[in-house]
Nanobody, 121 residues
Framework: QLQLVESGGGLVQAGGSLRLSCAAS????????MSWARQAPGKGLEFVAG????????YYDSSVEGRFTISRDNAKNTLYLQMNSLRPEDTALYHC??????????????WGQGTQVTVSS
């Protein structure tokens, strides 16, 4: 059974940092690209960052480029998102998402329950 379990969210002041983690199980993690997506209150799911299965390529939404870093550890079946210089508009429920292929992002076919990130001004 495929599972994606996010952790690391919380309440932080503007300018602060958080590191999100996603523990994956039930599929061959190293075969698939992975992404982070977020959903703010009253809005749809928004792509944040993606990474190819072997980590050779990463992609970011322009709103987080230069502040967030996506990475993965295939030996640990874990996806990460390092978030620096956080802003109030980054407040959202952050989901770890599995992609249907090894080298394409933004077309996720499964995502976890999410971890809440709240940035105060």
């Amino acid at each position: 059974q495929l599972q994606l379990v996010e952790s690391g969210g919380g309440l932080v002041q503007a300018g602060g940092s958080l590191r999100l983690s996603c523990a994956a199980s039930g599929f061959t993690f190293s075969n698939y690209a992975m992404s982070w997506a977020r959903q703010a209150p009253g809005k749809g799911l928004e792509f944040v960052a993606g990474i190819y299965s072997d980590g050779r390529a990463t992609y970011y939404d322009s709103s987080v480029e230069g502040r967030f870093t996506i990475s993965r550890d295939n030996a640990k079946n874990t996806l990460y998102l390092q978030m620096n210089s956080l802003r109030p508009e980054d407040t959202a429920l952050y989901h770890c998402a599995k992609e249907p292929a090894s080298d394409y992002v933004g077309n996720y076919d499964y995502w976890g329950q999410g971890t809440q990130v709240t940035v105060s001004s």
